[in-house]
């Protein structure tokens, strides 16, 4: 599991990311609401954990934008308050859980492997929008884009990205690619799987700089994670 904790408290940040990685979990601590923004939009995360009172952009803000840049991550809110009216702000900003401070360590974990289930039940190829770092793949609408920019795909170039999106870091196998975009009774040139991946490099890649499709030689294919830290 990894996990983003945005707080401006040094030694409970430092605690919760300590604690986590000592059970073998990958923790990345932010200190600003801003930081942990940028954080958020450039990196994948499984669960982001962020106060509400933070320097720059607070936590009611945090969250707003990232479901308005189609990041779908779930995020656990924390507040010193204990509050109603604050909860439902929190909840209405597209929050998806609410605790507040002091919390039990193992009450919070159990939050964590509650949301991250939930996340990664949306994960896969039957939900509305599947994204790595700032490629953003909107399968309602059929559209794409990196960074901001749209990218015009056509509809095997999408469903193959579709695929490696919802699988990615992991390697996509060729075959299993050639059944799920041109259906199992194909019988052309099983190449023609290359030729797409190479159409699509060019696309979502060559002009963006970046090498996230990659070839596993041998098998077929993965969407790399590497392209996700933060640039700038």
């Not at 290359?194 to 098998?219: A, C, M, N, Q």
Request: aromatic letters at 6%; proline letters at 3%; glycine letters at 12%.
């Amino acid at each position: 599991m990894r996990v983003l904790f945005v707080e401006d408290e040094p030694r409970l940040r430092e605690a919760l990311c300590r604690g986590l990685s000592e059970e073998g979990h990958e923790a990345v601590g932010a200190g600003t609401g801003t930081e942990g923004l940028q954080l958020a939009l450039h990196q994948s995360f499984d669960v982001i954990v962020c106060d509400i009172l933070l320097p720059g952009v607070n936590g009611f803000q945090l969250v707003r934008r990232l479901r308005e840049q189609a990041v779908w991550t779930p995020v656990l809110m924390l507040s010193a308050k204990d509050g109603e009216w604050d909860e439902a702000e929190a909840l209405d900003a597209g929050a998806d859980g609410y605790i507040t401070k002091p919390f039990s360590y193992v009450v919070l974990k159990a939050h964590l492997r509650a949301l991250a289930r939930r996340g990664s039940k949306g994960a896969t190829v039957g939900s509305e929008v599947l994204r790595s770092g700032d490629l953003i793949l909107d399968l309602r609408a059929r559209r794409c884009a990196r960074g901001g920019t749209e990218v015009e795909l056509s509809q095997r170039e999408f469903s193959i990205l579709a695929e490696l999106l919802a699988h990615r870091g992991e390697a996509v196998a060729k075959d299993e690619l050639m059944r799920k975009v041109w259906g199992p009774g194909f019988a052309g040139d099983p190449n023609i799987v290359e030729v797409y991946i190479g159409y699509l490099r060019k696309k979502v890649d060559v002009p963006f700089g970046r090498h996230s499709i990659e070839t596993v030689r041998g098998y077929g294919y993965r969407l790399t994670v590497q392209d996700e830290a933060l640039h700038g």
